[in-house]
Nanobody
Framework: QAQLVESGGGLVQAGGSLRLSCAAS????????MGWFRQAPGKEREFVAA???????????YYADSVKGRFTISRDNTKNTVYLQMNGLKPEETGVYHC????????????????????WGQGNQVTVSS
């Protein structure tokens, strides 16, 4: 069973940057697909980015169309950590950002549905002011 702890959220002005981190417990982190989701007040959780499992730090990356070219997901298997670098943030991207782990996902397409994931972090608030 994996436990996920996010960090790095906060308040930033529109156009600014933040980097979120998600540290995972467990000795098989490299076999997990990892994802980031965002949930704004009163809205459903939405996919932001994902990275496939990889024996080495790396893996295939997937992004929501709205964040392509501005956000970068990466993983460091030596630290059991996945990152989300967010540049050019917009006010509408305010919300609670959750990381998630999919230990059993081996699909060739993007793991972009919440149901693809088995474990979730507690969430980290990101507020983008206009």
């Amino acid at each position: 069973q994996a436990q996920l702890v996010e960090s790095g959220g906060g308040l930033v002005q529109a156009g600014g940057s933040l980097r979120l981190s998600c540290a995972a417990s467990g000795r098989t982190f490299s076999t997990y697909a990892m994802g980031w989701f965002r949930q704004a007040p009163g809205k459903e959780r939405e996919f932001v980015a994902a990275i496939s499992w990889s024996w080495r730090s790396g893996g295939r990356t997937y992004y929501a169309d709205s964040v392509k070219g501005r956000f970068t997901i990466s993983r460091d298997n030596t630290k059991n950590t996945v990152y989300l670098q967010m540049n050019g943030l917009k006010p509408e991207e305010t919300g609670v950002y959750h990381c998630a782990a999919a230990p059993n996902y081996r699909g060739s397409s993007s793991p972009s549905r919440p149901d693809d994931y088995d474990y979730w972090g507690q969430g980290n608030q990101v507020t983008v002011s206009s």
